[in-house]
Structures are given as C-alpha cells and as structure tokens.
C-alpha cells in the first residue's frame, strides 16, 4: 500500500509569484484535504476535495485554489504570494463515504514553501 | 464552531517513565471524533490514537492510551514507559462526524515533548 507522498519537498518563491504543490493520495483514498501549518502552529484547514468536488473551506482567500483529478490525486494553487504565506502545507487522505463513521485522515510529509 | 485547546507548550519526560499530555475541545455536537497526531522533525504528521465520541472506553495502542472525559470535554493522551523515540510535536485534533459537514480535522496548537535519556 502506497502512502501519501507530496511534491515537491522544499520551494522558495517570491512574494506576486504563483506556485502549485501536489499530492498523492493513498491508495484507495477518495478525499484530499489541505492544510497550511505555519512555523510553531497547529495545522489550519485549507480546503478539501471529496471525489473531485470541493467539499469545505477554510478560512482562506480565493488565491487559495485546488484541484483533485480521477485517480484522486490533487493540487494546491496559490496566487499572488504573500510574505504570510510562508509554512508548511500538508495533504491528508482518507477513504470518506456519506453516512459512514468517519475514517481516519493520512498525512504526507509536506512542502515547505518559502516566500522572499 | 469547534476549538481544541492544549495548555502545555512544552513538556519533558525522563525515558521509561510516563507522561500525560492535556487537550480540552469545544463542541455543540454529541457525536465526533477526536485524535492525536505525533509530529517528528520529519514533519510527517503520524496517527498515534483515534477515539470515537460514542465510546465510553478510552482507546489504546500500546503504549499510547487516553483519559477521554466527554462531559468535561477532556482528552488527555498518556504515554507509557517513554521512548527516545517518542520525542516529538503532539497535536489534539477533532473532526465532526460524517454527514452534513466536510471531514476537516481542527488542531490545537501542539505539546512539543522532550524526552530526557
């Protein structure tokens, strides 16, 4: 079984620059969810993707944008970099169905972005 | 909305001995999930115990169990006989059940755990 792998591992950008991260979800996952978690904080939800539909948001700007394709992997876009947006952002899967006790979320090991 | 609170920044453990980690949440909702995570300096987020709200038994895994308090909205994690290894970032997180709200996790801020050899 495959777990969650994310892509790449470290990124410096400058601030107006625009980046895109990417995830792997677990094998047999069918829900991405994105988390920002800012140097010496707990992580804060971002947004997630249930079978290909956004399904939640966080506290976050439209800059903020994501996608999850067929095979449930998924990407996270953000515009307009700002100095703030500076963390590590964490992907988790998990294998949701409506109605069901929940499952548990599966994280990868993260991208660092830095922004100058 | 729901907030998980954990009161300890910073604790620290003599290896072999036990420590107990506090987490307190804020819910109107009766039925939800709660878990700790362990996060080295990897950074990879791992799942150390999940407890189901409906359950009066306090879950275990192995040496990892908790003290679930569902009136008091207390969740505290104790590890048993602490490893090296065990040192670590360790956060509370909640979840709302399924149905009706997407499956986000809320974290509280972190106990970062020393473990002294």
């Known amino acids: 079984e495959t777990g969650v792998t994310q892509s790449p591992t470290h990124l410096i950008k400058t601030r107006g620059q625009q980046v895109t991260l990417r995830c792997s979800s677990q094998?047999?996952?069918?829900?991405v969810s994105w988390y920002q978690q800012a140097l010496g904080q707990g992580p804060q939800f971002i947004f997630q993707?249930?079978?290909?539909?956004?399904?939640g948001r966080g506290n976050f700007p439209p800059r903020f944008s994501g996608l999850q394709f067929p095979n449930y992997s998924s990407e996270l876009n953000v515009n307009a970099l700002e100095l703030d947006d500076s963390a590590l952002y964490l992907c988790?899967?998990?294998?949701?169905?409506?109605?069901?006790?929940?499952?548990?979320?599966?994280f990868g090991p993260g991208t660092r972005l830095t922004v100058l | 909305a729901q907030t998980v609170t954990q009161s300890q920044p910073e604790m620290s453990v003599q290896e072999a001995e036990t420590v107990t980690l506090s987490c307190t949440y804020d819910?109107?909702?009766?039925?939800?999930?709660l878990f700790w995570y362990k996060q080295p300096p990897s950074r990879q987020m791992i799942l150390v115990i999940r407890?189901?709200?409906?359950?009066?038994q306090n879950a275990t895994e192995n040496r990892f169990s908790v003290n679930f308090q569902k009136a008091a909205k207390s969740f505290s994690l104790k590890i048993s006989d602490s490893q090296l290894g065990d040192a670590a970032m360790y956060f509370c997180?909640?979840?709302?059940?399924?149905?009706?709200?997407?499956?986000?996790?809320?974290f509280g801020k972190g106990t970062l755990l020393t473990v002294n050899p």
């Open positions: 407890q189901e709200a409906y359950k009066q």
């Open positions: 993707y249930y079978r290909e539909e956004e399904n």
């Open positions: 997180a909640y979840r709302s059940p399924s149905g009706g709200s997407n499956y986000k996790l809320t």
């Open positions: 819910t109107s909702e009766s039925d939800y999930y």
């Open positions: 988790a899967s998990s294998l949701e169905q409506r109605g069901v006790p929940t499952d548990t979320q599966y």
């Open positions: 094998s047999g996952h069918n829900t």
